[in-house]
């Protein structure tokens, strides 16, 4: 089971994502590099690197000069400038210059504090990203969008950078606790709802064989979720337009995650405001009840949370209103024009916003 996706970037072929069920392939994407005279540098969480960065640099250990790795403690906590910092300060005392090649093998806290550092480091740095958990399959890895928190606020310092490859291990999925699992599905199912309808009727009629985490299955979906995203990245790298779209979800389920404290995963997070976005689609009268009723139930299916306590309406707004994504003043609110087709509006009232953050309050 190999396929490869490609990804064009203004137009022109970038990068493929290459879908497998080991590392066998993986010769292929550092010969396209030319590493064998490069360094190195595999980039991983505390995690990660107890299963599988020893295989990882058996893998590349023939394809490169030097290998080095760069761990960091596992966890939101680090995904921020202090860790970057360190990350830097490896790559200049071992000598990396712009042709070497750093690769983040982690979740989607690795591969944004990754490219994020590749970004930045000698104003440019390969790398390539070997996402590990479902919702970076499916979401982080893929479109160039990398970053860190700055203090409280989520993904606030950032940069475009595409990859020059994603290689993704689907294996690496059998070692996920359940609710890491199933935090993927937050972006996945988001994917069908804002993009394709039968994409998201085929997720509820395959849910046995998904929950089961059925190999052939899993395949099938993230190649279908990577197709979805490649389209959107591909019209919109720089998330000027309809790319915003993939932040379904995002404005209350950010503030949801930040007030939280990161005690709840992301996926979980968007699934929350992902009910929240549709309960005002169905109150604009975009979706129908039984619309969101569906919705909701099979976020539920899928073991997402639908609802939120221990903290308050006013203070989920607050920080929704400071969100990244504010434009002159308005926030970009994306609804739901029908199951299948999302939209932006500038429009949504605070009063509106606070309905829809006491729905999913209660």
């Given at each position: 089971?190999n396929?490869?996706?490609?990804?064009?970037?203004?137009?022109?072929?970038?990068?493929?994502?290459?879908?497998?069920?080991?590392?066998?392939?993986?010769?292929?994407e550092?010969?396209?590099?030319?590493?064998?005279?490069?360094?190195?540098?595999?980039?991983?969480?505390?995690?990660?690197?107890?299963?599988?960065?020893?295989?990882?640099?058996?893998?590349?250990?023939?394809?490169?000069?030097?290998?080095?790795?760069?761990?960091?403690?596992?966890?939101?906590?680090?995904?921020?400038?202090?860790?970057?910092?360190?990350?830097?300060?490896?790559?200049?005392?071992?000598?990396?210059?712009?042709?070497?090649?750093?690769?983040?093998?982690?979740?989607?806290?690795?591969?944004?504090?990754?490219?994020?550092?590749?970004?930045t480091?000698?104003?440019?740095?390969?790398?390539?990203?070997?996402?590990?958990?479902l919702?970076?399959?499916?979401?982080?890895s893929?479109?160039?969008?990398?970053?860190?928190?700055f203090?409280?606020?989520?993904?606030?310092?950032?940069?475009?950078?595409?990859?020059?490859?994603?290689?993704?291990?689907?294996?690496?999925?059998?070692t996920?606790?359940?609710?890491?699992?199933?935090?993927?599905?937050?972006?996945?199912?988001?994917?069908?709802?804002?993009?394709?309808?039968?994409?998201?009727?085929?997720?509820?009629?395959?849910?046995?064989?998904?929950?089961?985490?059925?190999?052939?299955?899993?395949?099938?979906?993230?190649?279908?979720?990577?197709?979805?995203?490649?389209?959107?990245?591909?019209?919109?790298?720089?998330?000027?337009?309809?790319?915003?779209?993939?932040?379904?979800?995002?404005?209350?389920?950010?503030?949801?995650?930040?007030?939280?404290?990161?005690?709840?995963?992301?996926?979980?997070?968007?699934?929350?405001?992902?009910?929240?976005?549709?309960?005002?689609?169905?109150?604009?009268n975009?979706?129908?009840?039984?619309?969101?009723?569906?919705l909701?139930?099979?976020?539920?299916?899928?073991?997402?949370?639908?609802?939120?306590?221990?903290?308050?309406?006013?203070?989920?707004?607050?920080?929704?209103?400071?969100?990244?994504?504010?434009?002159?003043?308005?926030?970009?609110?994306?609804?739901?024009?029908?199951?299948?087709?999302?939209?932006?509006?500038?429009?949504?009232?605070?009063?509106?916003?606070?309905?829809?953050?006491?729905?999913?309050?209660?």
């Amino acid at each position: 089971m190999n396929t490869n996706i490609t990804v064009k970037y203004n137009g022109v072929p970038s990068y493929d994502i290459t879908l497998a069920q080991d590392y066998t392939f993986l010769y292929r994407e550092l010969n396209k590099l030319n590493t064998k005279e490069r360094k190195i540098c595999i980039v991983t969480d505390s995690n990660l690197s107890k299963l599988y960065l020893n295989e990882l640099i058996e893998t590349v250990k023939d394809y490169a000069k030097v290998v080095e790795t760069f761990t960091f403690p596992a966890g939101e906590d680090s995904k921020n400038l202090d860790t970057v910092y360190k990350l830097y300060e490896r790559l200049i005392q071992s000598g990396f210059d712009r042709k070497d090649l750093l690769i983040a093998l982690g979740g989607g806290v690795v591969g944004d504090l990754t490219g994020y550092g590749a970004a930045t480091y000698l104003r440019g740095i390969n790398f390539i990203q070997m996402p590990t958990s479902l919702l970076a399959m499916v979401d982080s890895s893929i479109g160039g969008k990398t970053g860190v928190d700055f203090l409280a606020y989520k993904n606030m310092v950032g940069a475009f950078h595409q990859p020059k490859s994603v290689y993704m291990n689907l294996k690496t999925l059998l070692t996920l606790n359940d609710a890491q699992f199933f935090s993927g599905f937050g972006e996945i199912i988001k994917h069908g709802l804002i993009k394709d309808r039968e994409y998201y009727y085929w997720l509820k009629e395959n849910r046995q064989l998904l929950i089961k985490r059925d190999i052939n299955t899993l395949f099938d979906m993230i190649y279908k979720s990577c197709l979805i995203k490649r389209e959107v990245v591909e019209k919109d790298p720089k998330e000027l337009g309809d790319r915003a779209l993939l932040n379904f979800g995002h404005t209350i389920g950010h503030a949801v995650e930040k007030l939280m404290e990161f005690k709840l995963l992301h996926g979980e997070c968007v699934a929350v405001g992902m009910v929240a976005a549709g309960y005002l689609s169905w109150k604009r009268n975009h979706i129908t009840e039984e619309d969101f009723s569906d919705l909701v139930n099979t976020l539920k299916e899928y073991h997402l949370p639908t609802t939120v306590s221990g903290i308050k309406a006013v203070d989920i707004l607050k920080t929704a209103l400071h969100d990244k994504k504010m434009d002159a003043g308005q926030i970009k609110f994306i609804l739901l024009d029908e199951i299948g087709k999302a939209y932006m509006d500038t429009t949504v009232t605070e009063t509106e916003m606070l309905d829809a953050i006491n729905y999913i309050l209660n």
